[in-house]
C-alpha cells in the first residue's frame, strides 16, 4: 500500500468517525419510521457520505501532491515537535533524579553534622577529631552550605560561650569566606543569604555592600539588608535609619520591631528621627515612640502638628494621647479648625485619653459645632472622662429644654454606657 492510500484511508476514517456521530445525534431527536425503510435510507445515507468523504479526502490528497513545499514543512514540524517532547522529557527525569540525590544528601549531611558539632561543642575529648572530619566531610560547595545552615540552627537557641565557640568554629573552617562570596554576588538571593550569615556570625567586613542594600529596588534584599545592620551595630541598632531612602513598609516596621525585643537590643531615643526626610522613617519612630513611651519628646511632637504630611500629623495626634502629653492639648485645640476629619477625629481621641477639664469649653464648642455624629460622640466621651466638672456639663446639655439638639441623644447613650 502506498503513502499515499494509507493517509487516504486515515482521512476517511476520521471523517466517517465523525460523520457517525453527527447521525447518531441527529437520529435521537428524529420520529422513528418502520424499520424496513429506516434500514433502506440508513444504508443509503451512508454510502452516499462515503462516497462524498472519498472524493474530499482525494481532493485534499491531490492538494498535497501539487504542493511539495507544504508536506515538507510538515514533516519538519512534526520531526522538531517528537525530538522537542524527547529531550524535555529527558531532562525532567535527569533533573528529578539530581533533586533526588540532593534530598539523599541532604539528610545524610544533616545527620552527620549533627553529631559532629555536637561532639566538637560538648565532648573535650574529641573535639579536635570532630574538627578534622568536619573540615574532611565540607569539602565541596553544597557541603559548605548545608554546614553553615546548621551552625546557624545551632546559634540561634544557643547563647553565651557555647554560641562564641560556634563563631570561632565557623572562622576556623573558613566559611566566611563563602558567606563573603554570596553577600557580594550579582544575584540578591545569595546576598540574602550572605547578609543573614554574617549576621549571625557577626562578621562586619561586608556592612559596606549591607548598606548599599538599604535602598535596594528588591524588598526581600532591602529587609534582610535592615536586619542584617541592626544584628552589626555596635552601638545604636536602629543607626541604618539615617541611610535609608526607601519607603520603610510596615512589615518591614514590624519585623524590625520584633527583632529589638527578641534580642534585647537597647532601644535609642527616636526623636532623633523626627527631622528625617523619609516620611515613612518618620513614622515609625512615632509608633516606636509610643511603644516604649518615651518621655521629654513633647517639643519635638508639638513641631511635627506642623508636618506638612498628613498622616504624619495624624500619628503625632495618636502618640500624644498614648503617652498622656497634656502640654500638646491647647497646640491640638488650635490645629483641630485646620485639620480634615480623620486628624480631628484623632486629636478628639487623644482628649479622650488625656482628660483635662480646662479644655471642656473646646469639647463642647466641638459639640455644637460639628455635625458629624463620630465626632460628637468622642467629643462627649472625652468630657465625661474629665470627671465631675464634665459630667456635670453633659447632664445639664442633656436636660435643657430651651433648645432640642440631636447631641443630646448622643449624650444621653454616653452616659448610661450603651455606647462603649
Keep these: 500500500m502506498s503513502l499515499k492510500e494509507t493517509y487516504l484511508g486515515l482521512l476517511l476514517g476520521l471523517m466517517l468517525a465523525a460523520t457517525g456521530t453527527m447521525n447518531a445525534q441527529a437520529q435521537e431527536g428524529m420520529v422513528p419510521m418502520s424499520s424496513d425503510s429506516a434500514v433502506v435510507d440508513t444504508t443509503l445515507s451512508e454510502q452516499e457520505s462515503v462516497d ?137 538571593h545569595q546576598n540574602v543569604k550572605g547578609f543573614r550569615e554574617l549576621a549571625f556570625m557577626n562578621i562586619r567586613e561586608a556592612n559596606e555592600q549591607i548598606i548599599k542594600s538599604l535602598n535596594a529596588n528588591n524588598e526581600i534584599l532591602r529587609m534582610e539588608a535592615q536586619i542584617a545592620m541592626v544584628r552589626l551595630s555596635d552601638g545604636n541598632p536602629y543607626e541604618f535609619l539615617d541611610l535609608l531612602k526607601k519607603p520603610l513598609s510596615l512589615w518591614e516596621q514590624v519585623t524590625l520591631h520584633e527583632l529589638q525585643i527578641q534580642h534585647n537590643l537597647d532601644v535609642p531615643d527616636f526623636r532623633q528621627w523626627f527631622s528625617s526626610d523619609n516620611i515613612s522613617v518618620v513614622m515609625f519612630s512615632l509608633e516606636m515612640v509610643a511603644w516604649y513611651k518615651q518621655r521629654g519628646v513633647g517639643k519635638e511632637i508639638l513641631e511635627l502638628f506642623e508636618h506638612e504630611n498628613e498622616q504624619v500629623r495624624n500619628i503625632s495626634y495618636k502618640v ?97 454606657g450603651r455606647i462603649y
Excluded at 116 to 125: A, K, T
Excluded at 138 to 145: E, G, I, K, L, T
Excluded at 178 to 187: M, N, V
Excluded at 332 to 357: C, G, Q, W
Aim: net charge negative; hydrophobic share 40%; aromatic share 8%.
Design 52 to 188: 462524498e468523504l472519498s472524493a474530499y479526502a482525494r481532493g485534499i490528497l491531490n492538494r498535497f501532491d501539487k504542493s511539495p513545499t507544504l508536506v515538507t514543512i510538515l514533516y519538519i514540524v512534526i520531526l522538531y515537535s517528537i525530538v522537542t517532547l524527547i529531550t524535555l522529557l529527558i531532562i525532567i527525569l535527569l533533573n528529578r533524579r539530581r533533586i533526588q540525590r540532593e534530598e539523599i544528601l541532604h539528610e545524610y549531611l544533616l545527620e552527620r553534622y549533627q553529631l559532629l558539632l555536637m561532639n566538637y561543642l560538648f565532648d573535650e575529648e574529641h573535639q579536635e577529631l570532630a574538627f578534622l572530619e568536619l573540615n574532611e566531610v565540607a569539602d565541596n560547595h553544597v557541603s559548605r552550605q548545608v554546614l553553615i545552615d546548621q551552625m546557624i540552627d545551632l546559634s540561634v537557641n544557643l547563647k553565651g560561650e557555647i554560641k562564641e565557640d560556634i563563631q570561632k568554629l565557623y572562622l576556623r573552617l573558613g566559611l566566611k569566606r563563602d558567606s563573603l562570596e554570596k553577600a557580594y554576588s550579582r544575584k540578591w
Design 320 to 416: 500624644c494621647g498614648e503617652i498622656g502629653l497634656k502640654m500638646a492639648l491647647p497646640a491640638m485645640i488650635k490645629r483641630y479648625p485646620e485639620e480634615n476629619f480623620k486628624n480631628k477625629l484623632e486629636i478628639l481621641e487623644a482628649f479622650t485619653k488625656v482628660s483635662d477639664e480646662k479644655h471642656l469649653k473646646f469639647l463642647k464648642s466641638v459639640l455644637d459645632m460639628e455635625e458629624d455624629v463620630q465626632l460628637q460622640i468622642e467629643a462627649t466621651k472625652a468630657m465625661e472622662n474629665t470627671g465631675e466638672p464634665g459630667i456635670s456639663m453633659l447632664i445639664k446639655l442633656m436636660k435643657s429644654k430651651s433648645e432640642y439638639k440631636n447631641y443630646q441623644i448622643i449624650i444621653r447613650h454616653v452616659l448610661d
